[in-house]
């Protein structure tokens, strides 16, 4: 701490200038909230609040056809790669916590650098397979894309999940009888729970964002994702606003929500790779 | 693990091979021996030198924003002696943009900065200002407009790794340098910086590579448009792979991308080594 006493005036100061400070910096997430629930008679007026709210745009935005399609095509998309993620990422996140082998460190650092890889050099690479395979314009080749490219921080975050519980509980259970898979079964992943979850989440957030690929490996519009659906709207000749601005929030609050809850089990796994990396 | 090694590497052999082999439209591998046209082709490209810099105007532009708002909210949160949780909360609120999809984020200024229906032209027509204000379509300030969103997105982020590399600082510093009889801003110059110093130097690295390869916000905004003045690499790269389907080209373009990564990231290790 650099300043270890301030008057209590300065104090209230300091806190409201910090809010203010904070409301503006969001100010704009903040004026797309409040134009979704502007009637679409008055769909950008000058003031702040609209002068009388409807939900009648968010009521249209969820009995649309498209939409809840590629909501719908997103989450399948999001919670099967970040099972994929997390079910890979368990034994490599385990096996960097617990044991000790000679390329430890160069593996953990490989990982570090594997981000930096452009995605879209993966995506041309990932195109030319699919296609190759049959399986272009279907959801696999995007779960195997958002699978690998969100391991890596999977990988770290539970790496340090798992280092923060005891290593006893799990040698008093090995002394027990059990074998290690079935000690980090049975024991540790409880533990661990909310170290998982969060890691889940994380990576169901990611790949729930994720549009380079989603553009690049889907053509028909009923298997389009979210983020795909909402940019092709953009980008018409006639935007219907009063649609788009719902559906832009409906798509995101909650994730926003959900990071909120989460956000301080992940925090230490990336700050983790920034000043270890 | 070996899974993982194997879906790493083979996308940049494949790639590799890519930028040497395949020749024209399509994926169709020429037996000709490898050599260097498709590199040759990029090079000669007459926009290559400018969508080059445009790439490292935006990564580095969007880099020094980055790190110095990051660094200036992060001291902020970290030295003011408020309650705990008054401080958690407010660093919460500032993550909301970095938890929103990029393609929400770039939809949203596209809105704001909507020469007709966005609250900032509304606003200047309202008080009868001539100007006629729509960066994205304009191309002096496409690039920049393009360049702040990305800012304002992802400094979050940043300031987030800079608080925690911030609160590992031992405080016993602090107090033998104000013991010493240090001021506040000596404080910051010659303890702060220089003990997250390898932090910032590291984040800044991955930032620029990262920022350099990042294509989501560019296209939705603009698509590099208007005549290509916000066009980066990567746009480029897609637009030579997806548009005209020239895949050994574009592979060759993404790969001198990633050559530049690969020696900035050298240099900055390189600097960290010597400390």
């Known amino acids: ?277 | 693990m070996f899974f993982f090694t194997l879906l790493a590497i083979y996308p940049s052999v494949f790639v590799i091979i890519l930028s040497f082999f395949a020749h024209g439209k399509g994926t169709n591998l020429s037996v000709a021996l490898p050599n260097l046209s498709n590199f040759i082709a990029v090079w000669k490209d007459p926009n290559f030198g400018k969508i080059l810099s445009q790439t490292l105007f935006y990564a580095g532009v969007a880099t020094i924003l980055h790190i110095l708002l990051g660094f200036t909210f992060a001291l902020l949160l970290n030295i003011l002696p408020l309650h705990p949780f008054f401080i958690r909360t407010i660093r919460t609120i500032f993550l909301i943009p970095w938890a929103i999809t990029p393609t929400v984020v770039a939809i949203l200024f596209r809105l704001i900065l909507h020469p007709q229906v966005g609250p900032i032209a509304i606003f200047l027509k309202s008080i009868g200002s001539p100007i006629v204000f729509g960066p994205l379509g304009q191309p002096a300030y496409a690039l920049l407009s393009v360049t702040l969103t990305n800012v304002w997105m992802f400094t979050p982020f940043y300031m987030l790794m800079i608080l925690s590399a911030l609160q590992a600082i031992d405080p016993g510093l602090y107090e033998a340098a104000v013991v010493d009889g240090a001021g506040g801003s000596q404080q910051v110059f010659f303890i702060t910086i220089p003990m997250i110093k390898n932090t910032l130097l590291t984040l800044g690295m991955f930032d620029f590579v990262t920022t350099a390869a990042y294509f989501d916000l560019t296209w939705i905004m603009t698509q590099g448009g208007p005549v290509r003045t916000s066009e980066i690499i990567p746009t480029w790269v897609y637009r030579t792979a997806f548009q005209s389907f020239e895949f050994g080209k574009a592979s060759a373009i993404g790969l001198i991308l990633f050559l530049i990564s690969v020696t900035v990231s050298i240099i900055v290790l390189r600097a960290l080594d010597k400390e």
């Open chain 1, 1 to 277: 701490m650099l300043i270890s006493r301030m008057s209590r005036w300065l104090k209230v100061v300091c806190c409201c200038g910090l809010s203010l400070l904070a409301v503006i910096y969001i100010s704009p997430y903040l004026w797309m909230i409040m134009s979704s629930f502007r009637p679409s008679t008055e769909p950008f007026a000058l003031r702040i609040f609209p002068r009388s709210w409807t939900i009648a745009n968010y009521i249209s935005v969820l009995q649309d056809k498209e939409f809840l399609a590629s909501a719908f095509n997103s989450f399948k998309v999001a919670s099967i790669s970040a099972s994929l993620a997390l079910v890979l990422g368990i034994p490599a996140g385990y096996s960097f916590a617990r044991f000790r082998f000679s390329s430890r460190d160069l593996m953990m650092s490989f990982l570090m650098v594997v981000p930096t890889f452009p995605g879209i050099l993966l995506a041309i690479t990932l195109f030319v397979m699919a296609v190759k395979f049959g399986v272009y314009d279907t959801h696999y080749p995007l779960i195997l894309a958002n699978t690998l490219i969100n391991l890596p921080f999977t990988i770290w975050n539970l790496r340090t999940v798992f280092e923060a519980t005891s290593r006893e509980i799990e040698e008093s259970a090995m002394v027990e009888g059990c074998s290690r898979l079935l000690a980090l079964i049975k024991v540790v992943l409880p533990i661990t729970l909310p170290g998982l979850a969060s890691t889940f989440a994380f990576v169901y957030i990611l790949s729930w964002n994720e549009y380079l690929f989603a553009t690049t490996f889907i053509a028909t519009s009923e298997k389009r994702l979210i983020t795909t659906t909402m940019a092709s709207a953009i980008g018409q000749f006639n935007v219907n606003y009063a649609k788009l601005i719902p559906a832009a929030v409906l798509s995101t609050l909650p994730l926003i929500a959900l990071f909120m809850l989460i956000q301080r089990y992940i925090i230490k796994g990336l700050a983790m790779g920034s000043t270890k990396g």
